[in-house]
Each structure stands twice: as C-alpha cells, then as structure tokens.
Nanobody, 125 residues
Framework: QVQLAESGGGLVQAGGSLRLSCAAS????????MGWFRQAPGKERAFVAA????????DYGDSVKGRFTISRDNAKNTVYLEMNQLKPEDTAVYYC??????????????????WGQGTQVTVSS
C-alpha cells in the first residue's frame, strides 16, 4: 500500500504560478512511476504529467507542455508539479497517483494503483 497526500493548491490569477506537492508513504514509494492528473467539472480525468522511478524520464500532456514541470525527490518521498503561466482552463482538481505497471502506462489513469485525495487549483481570469 502507498498513501498519497497532495498539497499546494489554491486560487491564482492567470499568468501566475503554483507548486503542488505529493507526499508518499508506505511501501517503497520510490519504486513507483508517479503521475499527476486533473479533473475539471463535467470532464474526464486527464493526464498532466508523469515521472519515472529514478526521475530521469518525464512526460507531459499537450496542454501543459512548456508550462508545467514534474520532479521527484526520492529521499523525501515527494513528487512536485511546478505550474507556470497558468490559464483559466487549468482550473481543476489535481490528483497525484502511483503506478507499479511501469513507465509505458504513464498516461493511463486506469493503470494507476494509488491515488491521493486531490487538491483544487483555481485560475481566475
């Protein structure tokens, strides 16, 4: 079992920045590929970013490429999502997730074993 807890969400103006954190605990979090997903009202959960176990490989959804950066600190069992140049369409609940299925499944929410409770990000225009 892995427990995930997100923090860092809030209200920000368009063009601003936020940094989300995901604290992991339990069964060796460093052995999991970690991802961030988001879900806006009335929409399906969407892939935002993922990072490999060793942090070398990263991937991003098309809508956030060049603006968001995912990173991890395995010594602290924490994953981060740095969000810059935020837009109103980035408004959503952001979820941290962990998968033991491997990096090849990084963008598929159904392949993730564990999820956090989510943190709200609201971007005002």
């Amino acid at each position: 079992q892995v427990q995930l807890a997100e923090s860092g969400g809030g209200l920000v103006q368009a063009g601003g920045s936020l940094r989300l954190s995901c604290a992991a605990s339990g069964r060796t979090p460093s052995r999991y590929v970690m991802g961030w997903f988001r879900q806006a009202p009335g929409k399906e959960r969407a892939f935002v970013a993922a990072i490999s176990m060793n942090g070398v490989s990263t991937d991003y959804g098309d809508s956030v490429k060049g603006r968001f950066t995912i990173s991890r600190d395995n010594a602290k069992n924490t994953v981060y999502l740095e969000m810059n140049q935020l837009k109103p369409e980035d408004t959503a609940v952001y979820y941290c997730a962990a998968t033991s299925r491997g990096y090849a499944y990084r963008s598929r929410p159904n392949e993730y074993n564990y999820w956090g409770q989510g943190t709200q990000v609201t971007v005002s225009s």
